[in-house]
């Protein structure tokens, strides 16, 4: 068990690669914090962690929210006492190309994808700092690494995260933190469900491995960087894409 007793958060763990991510550190021992929107989801995970044997409790916390981020990391403190990783998954896309995207759309994604991955480890780091250790890892994408047709709002929160991935782990390494960032290519998740079939194949044609990934690939790499296993990984951006930029 490679995450025996760490207090973990997972922003966005209601379904996709953070309910893996969740499910994949129950798995290794963490103690869960398992937040989204969705009160359901949230209750449908925390039962499926606590079912492998390990202690979970639900948030149903907006990451767009600062309050509703600051009351969920006071409760895990609250009752854990101590928080060791936070994995920044939560994240939405609202795609339109640059010359009929609203405001809105604009808005909506930065508030979740850049500005939720702000509030989330502001939330944290005092903690974490006088812990003197901590892991924060941040969900980015190929997107955020190449940019994509009709998703200017997603790749701005994409590039952008990498960008706080960086700059986190010069100011928090000497602290004992270590940042790190995923960047997934396709993978086979509720995300996707907008995306046409005919581009699906697509996408698919541009791996060498031929196939989307799965959200439990991409838990694996969140569980490793977690761990000590990355202890001297650290303002690293992993790109698990099956090759597809190749
Ligand atoms: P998903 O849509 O399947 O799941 C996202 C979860 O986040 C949902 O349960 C949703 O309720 C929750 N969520 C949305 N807004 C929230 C908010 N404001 N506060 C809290 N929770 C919120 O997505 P996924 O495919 O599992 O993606 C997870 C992360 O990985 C995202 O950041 C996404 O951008 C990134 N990513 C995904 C892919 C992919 O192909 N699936 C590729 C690259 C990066």
Redesign the pocket.
């Known amino acids: 068990m490679r995450l025996k007793d760490k207090v973990a958060i997972v922003?966005?763990?209601?379904?996709?690669?953070?309910?893996?991510t969740a499910l994949k550190f129950a798995r290794e021992g963490a103690v869960l914090a398992v937040?989204?929107?969705?009160p359901d989801?949230v209750a449908r995970v925390v039962d499926a962690c606590r079912k492998t044997g390990a202690t979970a409790e639900g948030f149903v916390?907006?990451?767009?929210?600062r309050e509703?981020v600051t009351e969920m990391v006071l409760t895990v403190l609250r009752k854990f006492q101590r928080i060791d990783i936070l994995v920044?998954?939560?994240?939405?896309?609202k795609d339109a190309r640059l010359q009929k995207m609203t405001l809105k759309q604009f808005d909506d994604v930065i508030?979740?994808?850049l500005r939720?991955v702000f509030h989330v480890a502001q939330a944290v780091v005092d903690i974490m700092v006088e812990q003197g250790a901590g892991v924060i890892l941040n969900?980015?994408?190929?997107?955020?690494l190449y940019g994509n047709y009709g998703q200017t709002n997603?790749a701005a929160?994409?590039f952008g995260v990498i960008g706080f991935t960086k700059t986190w782990s010069r100011e928090l390494g000497p602290k004992g933190i270590r940042v790190n960032a995923?960047?997934?290519?396709?993978?086979?998740?509720?995300?996707?469900?907008t995306v046409p079939e005919e581009v699906l194949t697509k996408m698919r044609d541009q791996v060498p491995l031929r196939r989307?990934?799965k959200?439990e690939e991409?838990a694996n790499i969140y569980a490793f960087l977690a761990s000590d296993e990355a202890s001297y990984i650290n303002g690293a951006v992993i790109e698990a894409s099956g090759g597809m930029t190749l």
């Open positions: 922003t966005g763990a209601g379904q996709g690669i953070g309910e893996a937040c989204d929107l969705n989801a916390t907006d990451v767009a929210n509703s920044n998954n939560a994240g939405i896309t508030d979740v994808n939720g969900a980015s994408s190929v997107v955020g997603y929160a994409k995923v960047a997934p290519g396709f993978i086979e998740t509720p995300i996707l469900s989307l990934g959200p991409i």
